[in-house]
Every structure is written in C-alpha cells, then in structure tokens.
C-alpha cells in the first residue's frame, strides 16, 4: 500500500520490477526542477515500471501515488511466470504499449503544428 504523495520510485533508479495498479492512482512524471511535468495518470488496472523490467534499464521517469493506492508488484521471473500462465496478460500489455505509442505520437503531431 502507497500513501498518496509516497514515490514508488525515481527517474535514474536501478531497479527491475513494475507494478499493476489494484486500486488508486500513481503520477508518472519527468524532467527537472522547473521543467518537471507529470507525463500520465495511471488508475486501476493500468501497469508501469515495464520498461525498466524489460530493459533491464534505469527507470526513465518518477512514479508517486497521487492517492492512497494498492500495487502488485511483479518482478522479471513472476512476468515469465505470469505469460505462461495467461498469454491473455501479454496481449494485454501489448494493447496497452501501442495505445501508449499512439498517444505520444498524436501529442507530438500536436506539438509540431502549434
């Protein structure tokens, strides 16, 4: 359980899990100081902490709980774990990842008209 305002973690963090959102809502956000800005708000069932987890990479942004939120917590062996059990879980994930794409693509499209 996260108390809102607690950081799940920080852009630069070595670490390889990633989280599904059971309840409540997290602020993945990017940038510095004044330039920081919050990039997404994620809410039940939505995932992050993937890219690290497949990557094997720094995280590429900050996670906070913006409200009292439960998470699971899935490290690289339970994901192997879980697409076995349910190939569903990949799909899902996929379907997510290229709705993600889509939307950085169509505010980058944004970007470069104004």
Do not use: K, W
């Amino acid at each position: 359980m996260a108390e809102a305002g607690e950081v799940i973690f920080r852009q630069g963090d070595e670490a390889v899990d990633m989280f599904v959102i059971q309840s409540g809502a997290i602020e993945i956000s990017r940038g510095v100081a004044a330039d920081r800005g919050v990039i997404a708000t994620l809410g039940q069932g939505d995932f992050f902490g993937e890219m690290s987890l497949l990557e094997s990479l720094p995280r590429d942004a900050d996670a906070i709980a913006a409200t009292r939120t439960e998470l699971l917590v899935i490290t690289q062996g339970g994901l192997l774990i879980r697409l076995r059990r349910d190939p569903t879980f990949a799909v899902e994930m996929l379907h997510r990842l290229s709705g993600r794409i889509r939307a950085l693509n169509q505010q980058l499209d944004e970007g470069g008209r104004a």
